[in-house]
Nanobody, 125 residues
Framework: QLQLVESGGGLVQPGGSLRLSCAAS????????IGWFRQAPGKEHEGVSC????????NYADSVKGRFTISKNKAKNTVYLQMNSLKPEDTAVYYC??????????????????WGQGTQVTVSS
């Protein structure tokens, strides 16, 4: 059973940076695409970014393009989300999720079978 654990969240000022980690155990991420989602209070899950199982293809929501970068470290079985130029509207609980099958909608939560517990990101002065 694949297990995912997020870390790296916290409080940061607008314009600052954070790097989130999604560490996997129980299975190698070589077989999984990983997505990052976020959920702000009162809102639905929003797809933020995705990286394929090979690590050579990525997708980003328009709201984070040019500011966030997703990457995969196969040796550490971990996926990262580097977040730069953070804005107050980036405040949310961030989740990583995994899927081991293809799909056309990387940004849809229902495409993913395994989820972490989430990490809080707060952008405020």
């Amino acid at each position: 059973q694949l297990q995912l654990v997020e870390s790296g969240g916290g409080l940061v000022q607008p314009g600052g940076s954070l790097r989130l980690s999604c560490a996997a155990s129980g299975w190698t991420l070589d077989y999984f695409a990983i997505g990052w989602f976020r959920q702000a209070p009162g809102k639905e899950h929003e797809g933020v970014s995705c990286i394929n199982s090979s690590g050579n293809s990525t997708n980003y929501a328009d709201s984070v393009k040019g500011r966030f970068t997703i990457s995969k470290n196969k040796a550490k079985n971990t996926v990262y989300l580097q977040m730069n130029s953070l804005k107050p509207e980036d405040t949310a609980v961030y989740y990583c999720a995994a899927r081991d099958r293809g799909g056309s909608s990387w940004y849809e939560p229902y495409e993913y079978d395994y989820w972490g517990q989430g990490t809080q990101v707060t952008v405020s002065s």
